[in-house]
């Protein structure tokens, strides 16, 4: 039962607000259903929800809280389109703290399905019930609100029949229900599925209970492997549970990354943790239930429809600040709480940034030092081409600016997973052989999957169209031709994806960077960071890049001539 009995009213956006909302698809299959009704249980601070399923979530999907209810005048607006009671201005899609905001679930899940809803609200007797034909009645029912949703797509034949059985659309019912227990320990959570008790989560309102539902979750295995994690700085807070690099699994199900209590899919902060656990571990998708807090204002959630998508400012800092804090936890085998991560990071203000767009941009990283003594100190000059110059509180540093691209380029190719791709700005075509040409085309999804758009144009042509965005000022027309000729070799029509991805690797040279150019300081900064952060965790590289020369020694050549 809630204490607090604010009822928000609920109002249509005005037109200027709702053309600023991610539109689109919203409801794609039961869990899609499932995840809206809970949310809406949630924003409406429920203590307890309770789930019934039926048939995978087609049939029949039930959701019921004890939140704070619906006035019944309310009730039409619930399932109208574009009508909500958690934003009323556009000022407020700069912050917004609650899990729905577009006004659009329901009414997407009426227009699909047979749907009804029951509510009362505390300062009623009786509540109320809004039918599938849409007529209003009174009924008895607890402080709260039921959502019963029923046949889903009975309308959709075509939509129907892209669903998948029943068996794995319950699966991804499952799923939902882990994810929200995972974001929601206070909630108790109690769901059936035809019948069957698939979850009965207590509430753990206590965060010393919080291992429990981890527990009750992820396995006790998973706890046991994991561990915890709580490091915050200025407005920045991240915690969580980190399995041990031997605890990595062969698929990437036990991944869970909150922001803000949302669930979400972030490749720039996945890809944070992947980099830290690469250094560590032999391969496997690594395991983590991690959540990351910080202000509304910095996270907007009004990117994708589904809103399982964000957008961060500062995303890459935070994508820094995550895989050191990550990398040196895991290195010491034990709880963070004393340790601090870039000490630069308290620097960064949050206030004065708007939401900007990190898209699948993979800048080299801007994160200055405000010191200048790391590792390769701060960037001076770039000499005879090739070279650049650098000066570090021992003295000065060389740097061979291709061999270090290449070896950059390598530890990222060899870390990431999902790779990000860039279109080129003039797509690339060229003339091979026919056999190449063919060996192309079949194998252009695995190629994808790696991060290069590459297709066959005509008999011997193929155009390259997109690549790994890390791989950006590389020579490609070098790097096709000398890959193309490897991949022949090996004899196979279907070479698998970790054959080739490690071909790829090995023709990443610094030939392929021999323009090397740098827009700005900022931009040479923050490749000498990058830099020094993967040679850090790989301290004897195979390519030879850098060397230094100490004060003292520069000063030892000099001498003044004896008499
Ligand atoms: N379980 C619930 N308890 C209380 N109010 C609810 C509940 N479910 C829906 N509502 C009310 O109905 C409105 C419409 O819900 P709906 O899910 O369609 O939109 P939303 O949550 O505002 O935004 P979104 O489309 O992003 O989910 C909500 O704004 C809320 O006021
Ligand atoms: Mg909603």
Redesign the pocket.
């Known amino acids: 039962m809630v204490i607090d009995v604010i009822?928000?009213?609920?109002q249509y956006l005005s037109p200027s607000l709702s053309i600023r909302i991610a539109a689109g698809e919203?409801i794609e299959r039961p869990a899609s259903v499932l995840k809206?009704?809970i949310?809406?249980?949630l924003?409406?601070k429920?203590q307890h929800i309770y789930v019934d399923c039926e048939g995978g979530g087609i049939d029949l999907i039930r959701?019921r809280?004890d939140?704070?209810?619906?006035y019944q005048e309310?009730l039409p607006?619930?399932?109208?389109?574009k009508?909500?009671?958690?934003?009323t201005q556009e000022e407020d899609l700069l912050g917004i703290s609650?899990?729905?905001?577009?006004?659009?679930?329901?009414?997407?899940?009426d227009g699909v399905s047979h749907l009804s809803?029951s509510?009362c609200i505390s300062s009623e007797d009786h509540g109320w019930k809004i039918d599938t034909d849409k007529s209003i009645r009174p009924i008895s029912h607890p402080v709260?609100?039921?959502?019963e949703m029923r046949n889903l797509f009975y309308n959709l034949p075509a939509r129907r029949k892209f669903l998948r059985s029943e068996k794995s659309e319950f699966l991804r019912l499952k799923k939902v229900l882990a994810q929200i227990a995972l974001s929601y320990f206070q909630v108790g959570i109690k769901a059936h599925h035809d019948g069957k008790l698939i979850y009965n989560l207590p509430s753990r309102k206590h965060s010393t209970e919080y291992e429990k539902r981890i527990i009750e979750i992820c396995g006790q295995s998973f706890f046991k492997n994991s561990i915890y994690i709580e490091e915050k700085i200025g407005e920045l807070r991240l915690w969580g549970w980190l399995g041990t690099p031997e605890f990595s699994r062969k698929q990437n199900t036990l991944q869970y990354f909150y922001i803000n209590q949302r669930m979400v899919q972030d490749r720039v902060l996945s890809h944070g943790v992947r980099q830290a656990y690469h250094a560590l571990s032999q391969g496997g998708y690594p395991t983590y239930v991690l959540y990351l807090e910080l202000p509304t204002n910095q996270v907007d959630v009004n990117v994708h429809p589904t809103?399982n998508e964000v957008r961060l400012a500062q995303g890459w800092q935070i994508h820094n600040f995550i895989a050191g804090i990550i990398t040196d936890l895991l290195k010491q085998g034990k709880s963070s709480k004393q340790f601090k991560y870039f000490s630069s990071f308290s620097k960064i203000s949050f206030t004065d940034h708007k939401v900007a767009d990190n898209g699948s941009v993979y800048p080299i990283q801007s994160l200055q030092s405000e010191n200048n003594n790391s590792l390769f100190g701060q960037a001076k000059e770039i000499i005879l081409k090739h070279y650049l110059l650098a000066e570090n509180t021992t003295g000065l540093v060389i740097i061979h600016v291709p061999m270090a691209l290449a070896y950059l380029v390598q530890r990222k190719l060899y870390a990431q997973g999902d790779t990000i791709r860039k279109p080129l700005l003039f797509p690339l075509a060229l003339k091979v052989s026919v056999i190449q040409a063919e060996w192309v085309e079949s194998n252009k999804d695995k190629l994808l999957q790696i991060g290069f758009d590459l297709s066959r144009l005509g008999n011997d042509l193929i155009i390259l169209r997109q690549a790994p965005d890390i791989m950006k000022g590389a020579d490609f027309t070098i790097f096709l031709a000398t890959l193309l000729p490897k991949f022949i070799n090996k004899n196979q029509k279907d070479l698998n994806l970790a054959l080739i991805q490690s071909l790829i690797i090995n023709t990443i040279t610094p030939e392929l960077f021999s323009n090397p150019s740098f827009s700005s300081q900022q931009e040479t900064d923050g490749f000498l960071q990058e830099l020094a952060s993967y040679f850090q965790q790989n301290l004897s590289p195979k390519i030879k890049f850098w060397r230094k020369i100490s004060k003292r020694e520069m000063d030892s050549w000099f001498t003044l001539a004896q008499d």
Do not use: Q
């Open positions: 009822i928000p009213r609920i919203v809206e009704l949310e809406n249980a924003d409406a429920a959701v809280d939140g704070c209810g619906i309310d607006l619930a399932l109208a389109s009508a909500t009671s958690k934003i609650t899990l729905g905001f577009r006004g659009e679930a329901l009414a997407s899940i809803l509510t709260g609100t039921t959502v809103k």
